[in-house]
């Protein structure tokens, strides 16, 4: 999902496709009084979060009783599924329409929304056949039907938006082989492809008010098949308003108003304090956060807050010196304090991460727990002892971040300078550098950086998006013997291992979970030994609503569900 705008959050691919698009929410650091945090001194007397806002809210225009207002920073860039790929288009669209398959908040598991069942599976594992929903009208009055979704996934793949590849590098052929039946061939077996089918992008649309053709896009309409319809879309305002023929559960709301902040957390946050908006979601300064918080516990308003599946990594170029050497990939990884980080940098609103898949996945192994714990400078001494290095010979390593966008990058690579410096006596000296972000991205994939920071968002939930764009490497350099053209090229790793290959495209053919699960058990063994990435922190998500309303729920791709809520 993506652009450079400081708020964009983005669906994943490879690293640099990705940063390119998207910025996680900032994370600002409080002062300690302990020296470890001056450093962020500077950062922290630009905070303004909290403090009244010079300008007034945007107003609500009145005439709209009993519809939710809900909050937000994010302004949508278009509310076309075919090109839609940030987090605040998305999170209309998932509103708006219907998928095949859906989930359940709370939940990464796929059940059955347009489609009557999970799909059946050829032998081969190419050819996924699927029943549909019979009944089913789309807000222009037309007939939902095997056609029409046909046409919907074709259009998403033949109009070549952002998020085309998704299906494009998958699919063979979408037809319709009944009036309600559906038929999707892949070109090599891929189990998490149902998965796919969830994602927003991949709705049905009417063929009536929608065209194929590459680049036909319509950015300001939105005609499918979902509880709401779309009423306006302006700067300032989306309005939804409850489809009164929708085939299912009917929302307990008239509509919702989607106020847009343009960018302005700080008049978000006002707004809901002095009750401007009914619901604030996306995006809130953890100061924010932390200051509503307080106020829900004293009874002021609700708090809600789920773990995400947004999840932040520490790159490590493999090609280059002293990263080159896999001790001393390891001797940070048992040098990383994740709990201190979470305290002091995310203030307590992220998870510590263990594994290169988050623990929303039943997959997900703490493995980098189990092997380096949390700041075990003994481990991290005795590694960087046995790759040659010590206080008169200190392993350096550059720590690059883009400019722009996520104050916790920055505050983070500042965070492991200082605590190398203490613990480690000299050994090793971590030197934070950062570029404007055009510049950090053009780069990033040409071997330039050392490591990088970055923050990953899923295009769909599988453990499968968490590993491929970070681990496969189909074509390795003969020269370096690093990754010439794949994921960990485009992210900036340049790690190539003939078994990793092998262990992640067993996975994507394997569609029993039992042994499924044992190809990640194997992938993240693989991993804590080779060591071409450090996983630090998973997000916590955090929806701020008045008292006395209910249904507020957010699903796993952190989208606000509208149609449950009521006041």
Not at 126 to 145: A, C, K, Q
Not at 164 to 171: D, G, P
């Amino acid at each position: 999902m993506f652009s450079t705008d400081t708020l964009d959050a983005g669906f994943g691919r490879s690293l640099m496709n990705r940063w390119q698009q998207i910025s996680l929410i900032s994370f600002l650091q409080r002062r300690r009084s302990n020296a470890l945090h001056h450093l962020w001194l500077v950062a922290l007397l630009v905070v303004t979060g909290c403090a009244p806002s010079s300008k007034s809210p945007t107003a609500v225009v009145g005439g709209d009783e009993g519809r939710i207002i809900v909050g937000t920073t994010q302004k949508p860039r278009t509310l076309d599924p075919a090109d839609a790929y940030e987090l605040r288009s998305i999170a209309l669209i998932r509103n708006l329409s219907d998928r095949l398959y859906t989930y359940d908040p709370g939940s990464t598991e796929i059940k059955p929304q347009l489609a009557t069942a999970l799909p059946k599976l050829s032998a081969d594992g190419l050819t996924y056949t699927i029943s549909l929903r019979e009944g089913v009208l789309f807000h222009d009055g037309t007939p939902f039907n095997a056609a029409a979704m046909a046409f919907s996934l074709n259009r998403f793949i033949q109009n070549k938006g952002k998020p085309s590849f998704l299906l494009a590098e998958r699919v063979d052929k979408i037809t319709a082989t009944g009036a309600n039946e559906l038929t999707i061939k892949l070109k090599k077996p891929f189990a998490a492809f149902p998965s796919m089918l969830a994602f927003p992008g991949t709705c049905a649309l009417s063929p009536k008010a929608y065209k194929i053709g590459a680049n036909i896009f319509e950015p300001n309409i939105f005609v499918g098949t979902g509880p709401y319809e779309l009423k306006e879309y302006g700067t300032d305002r989306v309005k939804l308003t409850a489809f009164d023929r929708y085939w299912g559960a009917k929302p307990l709301n008239r509509g919702v108003n989607v106020q847009i902040f343009n960018g302005n957390s700080a008049n978000l946050y006002n707004s809901f304090r002095t009750g401007a908006v009914d619901v604030a979601f996306q995006s809130l300064e953890p100061d924010q956060v932390k200051v509503l918080e307080e106020g829900a516990k004293a009874g002021n308003w609700q708090s809600i807050a789920i773990d995400g599946s947004v999840t932040s990594y520490l790159i490590l170029n493999v090609l280059q010196k002293p990263l080159d050497n896999p001790l001393v990939r390891q001797a940070l990884a048992a040098l990383v304090d994740r709990p201190t980080v979470n305290e002091r940098i995310l203030y307590g609103q992220g998870k510590p991460l263990y594994s290169i898949v988050p623990d929303t996945f039943a997959v997900s192994q703490p493995v980098f727990k189990n092997a380096y714990g949390d700041g075990n400078i003994v481990k991290a001494k005795q590694l960087l002892t046995q790759a040659g290095f010590s206080p008169q010979n200190p392993a350096v390593i550059e720590v690059w971040y883009p400019s722009g966008g996520s104050a916790s990058r920055r505050l983070t690579a500042g965070f492991l300078r200082a605590y190398a410096n203490k613990k480690l006596g000299g050994m090793l000296d971590i030197k934070p550098n950062t570029i404007e972000s055009a510049s950090f991205f053009k780069y990033a994939s040409k071997n330039v950086y050392q490591s990088t920071l970055q923050d990953w968002y899923p295009d769909f939930l599988d453990p499968d998006n968490f590993v491929q764009p970070f681990l496969e490497c189909p074509k390795q350099d003969p020269d370096n013997k690093g990754c010439k053209e794949g994921g960990t090229q485009s992210q900036g790793s340049f790690y190539y291992s003939d078994r990793m290959n092998q262990l992640i495209a067993a996975q994507g053919k394997e569609s029993d979970p039992t042994k499924r699960k044992q190809i990640y058990a194997d992938i993240q063994a693989q991993l804590i030994q080779d060591v071409p990435l450090i996983p630090l922190w998973q997000t916590k998500d955090f929806v701020f609503a008045k008292k006395g309303m209910s249904g507020i729920k957010i699903d796993p791709l952190q989208n606000l569900l509208y149609s449950g809520m009521k006041k």
